[in-house]
Every structure is written in structure tokens, then in C-alpha cells.
């Protein structure tokens, strides 16, 4: 039995194992991949015309590219980098300290963030924010190096700034709506919440996208500004409502008592609840039978396997105790006799006089309904009691 179970278990995860490698080949990475491949195929094609132009085109053209007297375009390349060593060296170190500034980053604010989904929040907020602050940093380190005047182009920035923020205005929009969704406290990473229509996940929350996820394989990207309401489904339980039918002939008491005992067992059977399941009485009648509501409390992760299990458990507990589920029928009924009994004279004189009395136009108008309702009750019981003295 134990070599059995170790053979399963073995190909069990050979199998997660096989899944988890062809899973890599979806559509999405193999066209990354071909686009990928396309440009550094292009890019090296590039690179080896350049050095064997004066071999392809002649020497006019080598001329042009490489320099007279320069034949070979290998001599042409080592020069260039010979005399921009320095400024290759520069930009590779300063990549390399930009690529693990950002993975400090990252690692540090993940470290501070572990409890809370606030700190969650924040946290992908700042490492958004720092991300871009090292890429524009090490933009501006690279091209100093290679003698273009940084200086000259921040001078430059309130100029561009005026044309950048007149250009980008939504840009902005995004950047200032995500900051208040997270001062405001909207939502937090990892709340589930409902946008436009949209049920998911809070994924992340950068500077200019929040993104969703609904954890069937859909992930929407919203900008921040789009993000009008939403509703939030995670800061507090949610309330699963349940109606269910039983037919009009069973005694509601013995149903009542039955599910009193029965809703033990099922809060019992369903941890997720957070609170228990309750009957909240009689929610109404039709056709089908009398309608019984039955209340619980769970989170919104759980909320429509809850919905399930209930029903199903409710409906096994009345299937158990022998009580009726009626379903919607048509009854076809003999009609009933004809021979009912009759109003006598005195009956017919009463039903006269109330008739009369609701009928009676009243001089004084201003008097109320229930004025006027009293007043004919006055007269019909003054009515009756003459007719008791006589």
C-alpha cells in the first residue's frame, strides 16, 4: 500500500511538474518570445551590415559610415568603443545599480508590508512610485555620461512641464485619483470590490492603473481616474439571504421547531460562516406555498459557495423531516355548490343602513375621514339601541 501511495504521489508531481512546463508555451509567451526573437534578429542584422558595408556596398558608402581609411568595420567598432569606454562602462554600472536599487526597493517595502492589507496598499503605492523615480534618475545618469547637457534639459522642464501637464492632463488625473484612493481608503490590496460591473480581486494599486483580478483567468486594468464608485465588498461580512417554500398544509409550528434543531447541525457542517444561519420568520405567501427567510453572515471570498451549501442543506433537512417543498402546479377543483346560504331581512336591512351611512353626503366638509367614520358608527349603533328599547 505504502509503494502505492509513493507511486502516486510521484506521479503526481511529475504530472504538476509536466503542466507546469507546457503552461509557460500559452499564446501570450509564445508571442512575446517571437517578438522578441524577430527584434534581436534585426538588431544583429543591423549591427553586421554596419561593420561589412564598405564589403557590401563598396567604398562610397564605407566612406560615409565608417571613415576613409577604415576597412575593416570591426577596426571602426573598436574605436568607437575605445573612445567611449568610459561613457560604455558608466552606463552599465549605473544600470546595474538602477536594477538593484529597484529589487532592494521592492524586497524592503514587501518586508515593512507583510501584515494588513493597508500596509499592502501603501506599499505598492511607494514602490511604484520609488520605480519611477530610479528609472528617471538613472535616465538622466546615462545620458550625462554620454555628454548630453542634464543641466540644460531640467532648465528646460518648465517649459516642458506646462506642455507636459497641458498634454497629459488625464495622466496626472490618474496619479492625483490614486493617491486619494488611498488616503481615502477606498480599498485595499486584496479586497474583492465591484467596478463598473466588474467583480475581482485588488491585485495592485499603482500610480496610474488599478488592477483586478477575478480569479477565472481575467485581470482588468482601470485607470484610476475612471474609478467613480465602487463598492467593497471585504470590510464587513455579507449577508446571505435565503427564501424557501413549504406547502401550506404543514403545521408552520412543527416546521419551525424541525429547523430549529436542524440549523445546529448545519451551522455545525459550514466553518465559513461567521455567523451562525438563522430563521428571521414567515417572508411572505404565493401560489407555490408559504415563503420562510433564513439569514447568515460570511466573507465575501465565501459568500457564493455559502449561498450554495445553504440551500443544499436546507433542502436535505426538509427532505429528511417529511416536510412538503410544493412546486408551481395548476389545481383543477370542482366548482363549489350552489346552494349557499342567503341573507335574511335583517341582515339585508343592516348591510342597507352601513351602505347608506358611507354613501351620506356631509355639509361640513372639513371633517376627516375618520371623523366622518365615527360619526356614521355613532348613528348605527344609536340605531340599534332604539330598536332594542322597542
Known amino acids: 500500500m505504502e509503494e502505492t501511495k509513493n507511486q502516486n504521489t510521484e506521479h503526481e508531481i511529475e504530472t504538476t511538474e509536466k503542466q507546469t512546463f507546457i503552461s509557460r508555451f500559452k499564446p501570450k509567451n509564445i508571442t512575446k518570445f517571437i517578438i522578441y526573437l524577430i527584434l534581436f534578429i534585426l538588431s544583429m542584422t543591423g549591427l553586421l551590415l ?231 420568520g414567515i417572508d411572505g405567501y404565493d401560489d407555490a406555498g408559504v415563503l420562510l427567510a433564513f439569514g447568515a453572515t460570511c466573507k465575501a471570498e465565501y459568500r457564493f459557495q455559502v449561498g450554495r451549501d445553504l440551500r443544499r442543506e436546507i433542502y436535505l433537512a426538509l427532505k429528511r423531516n417529511d416536510i412538503q417543498i410544493p412546486y408551481n402546479q395548476i389545481t383543477v377543483n370542482t366548482p363549489l355548490p350552489k346552494e349557499r346560504p342567503l341573507a335574511n331581512k335583517e341582515e339585508k336591512k343592516r348591510s342597507k343602513q352601513i351602505n347608506d351611512l358611507n354613501r351620506k353626503l356631509e355639509e361640513e366638509d372639513e371633517k376627516t375621514f375618520i371623523e366622518k367614520a365615527r360619526k356614521n358608527l355613532h348613528h348605527f349603533e344609536n340605531g340599534e339601541k332604539k330598536k332594542t328599547k322597542k
Open 50 to 280: 554596419l561593420i561589412y558595408c564598405r564589403a557590401i556596398w563598396g567604398d562610397e558608402v564605407g566612406n560615409k559610415i565608417l571613415g576613409e581609411g577604415v576597412k575593416d568595420g570591426w577596426v571602426a567598432l573598436g574605436n568607437v568603443l575605445a573612445k567611449r569606454s568610459t561613457a560604455f562602462i558608466y552606463s552599465l554600472i549605473t544600470i546595474a545599480i538602477a536594477v538593484f536599487a529597484i529589487a532592494i526597493s521592492n524586497f524592503f517595502v514587501k518586508i515593512t508590508t507583510l501584515k494588513g492589507k493597508k500596509a499592502k496598499t501603501v506599499g505598492s503605492l511607494v514602490y511604484s512610485l520609488i520605480k519611477y523615480i530610479i528609472i528617471i534618475l538613472a535616465i538622466a545618469f546615462i545620458l550625462g555620461a554620454w555628454g548630453v547637457d542634464v543641466a540644460s534639459i531640467v532648465a528646460g522642464l518648465g517649459v516642458l512641464t506646462l506642455v507636459i501637464g497641458l498634454g497629459c492632463q488625464s495622466l496626472i488625473q490618474d496619479i492625483v485619483s490614486g493617491l486619494f484612493i488611498v488616503f481615502d481608503d477606498y480599498f485595499d490590496v486584496g479586497d474583492m470590490i465591484i467596478v463598473d460591473g466588474f467583480r475581482g480581486y485588488v491585485e495592485s494599486i499603482g500610480l496610474r492603473t488599478v488592477k483586478l483580478d477575478d480569479k477565472c483567468g481575467n485581470i482588468k486594468s482601470i485607470t484610476n481616474s475612471a474609478i467613480t464608485t465602487c463598492v467593497n465588498l471585504s470590510r464587513s461580512p455579507n449577508l446571505i439571504y435565503i427564501n424557501f417554500h413549504i406547502s401550506y398544509n404543514e403545521d408552520l409550528e412543527r416546521v419551525e421547531g424541525i429547523m430549529a434543531k436542524e440549523m445546529e447541525y448545519i451551522n455545525k457542517n459550514l466553518p465559513q460562516l461567521t455567523d451562525p444561519l438563522v430563521y428571521k
